[in-house]
């Protein structure tokens, strides 16, 4: 068989994988399915990297992705109303109104795809593409990355304090030199 | 497999990430709606570097700041989440209205 064909059989299954889990997200009974449907859905997009010759982006998608959805999987039986998909779960708000709009943006965004003039490609990939963005990320894009990582430091920080119950200006109360209150009965309990 | 199959690929799954986002009363699926729709863009991200500039790093480097940007979502999305589910048992969108009006 034609290299062709194989690529364009193997592309078609994975878009369909991604687009056909991606709307079981929201259609299946419990969190944890859907946490899971996504990361299929990941799984299926970092396979179309692979196709586009992106090696190294393709598995970072995957590896990435299949731990987010590890770490959401635990938010979601933390937060979640149905944990084990065992009733019907329906949570929706105006769902007509939704689904008239993501059909609208469909239709728009795919007319544009269909329908505008491209530009023609511009030289060919290079043997080594990862050997591309290494250099890239540490040579013409590095202000990029020192970006990303000027956020991510702030990220954790933020988030950190937006999720802790008490910070350390809040241990105790507002003054900083209170210690423990000296209870007759010790561990917290009681006025 | 074409420029024009990838991006109505991409378009399909930013429109159903949209749908979710839109639709879903609780807030962690909201995310995950917002979650669908970066996973478009980078599949348009990558089909347009392979298809118009392969020579340049640029569609890559677009492709690591998208993922990126899907975990910063994430963290502090959950990190909102726990915060108002301590100051006032919020957990659906419909709730959360202190800002409202």
């Given amino acids: 068989m034609n290299e062709d064909v194989v690529t364009t059989v193997v592309f078609v299954l994975l878009a369909l994988v991604a687009v056909g889990f991606g709307f079981l997200v929201f259609r299946v009974d419990s969190m944890a399915r859907a946490t899971f449907a996504l990361a299929v859905s990941f799984v299926a997009v970092g396979g179309i990297l692979l196709l586009l010759d992106l090696d190294y982006l393709g598995v970072v998608v995957v590896v990435m992705m299949v731990m987010e959805m590890a770490i959401m999987a635990v938010f979601m039986i933390a937060y979640m109303m149905n944990p084990a998909g065992l009733m019907p779960m329906s949570m929706y708000h105006d769902k007509p109104r939704a689904m008239s709009i993501a059909v609208g943006t469909f239709v728009v965004l795919a007319g544009g795809a269909l329908l505008v003039d491209w530009p023609e490609r511009q030289g060919a990939p290079p043997d080594d593409v990862t050997e591309q963005v290494g250099l890239g990320i540490m040579g013409s894009h590095m202000l990029v990355m020192m970006g990303i990582g000027a956020v991510i430091l702030s990220t954790i920080v933020s988030a950190l304090v937006l999720a802790s119950a008490r910070s350390r200006y809040d241990r105790l109360g507002d003054d900083l030199k209170a210690r423990p209150a000296r209870d007759p009965i010790r561990g917290g309990v009681g006025p | ?101």
């Fill in chain 2, 1 to 101: 497999m074409s420029l024009e199959a990838l991006l109505v690929v991409a378009a399909a799954l930013i429109a159903i990430g949209l749908y979710g986002a839109l639709s879903q009363q609780s807030i962690v699926m909201l995310m995950m709606g917002l979650e669908l729709m970066l996973n478009g863009v980078i599949v348009a991200a990558a089909s347009f570097w392979y298809y118009v500039a392969p020579s340049r790093p640029d569609g890559q480097v677009l492709v690591l700041v998208v993922i990126s940007a899907m975990t910063i979502e994430m963290a502090m999305g959950f990190a909102v989440q726990t915060a108002i589910f301590r100051a006032g048992e919020v957990e659906l969108t419909d709730e959360a209205t202190e800002l409202s009006g």
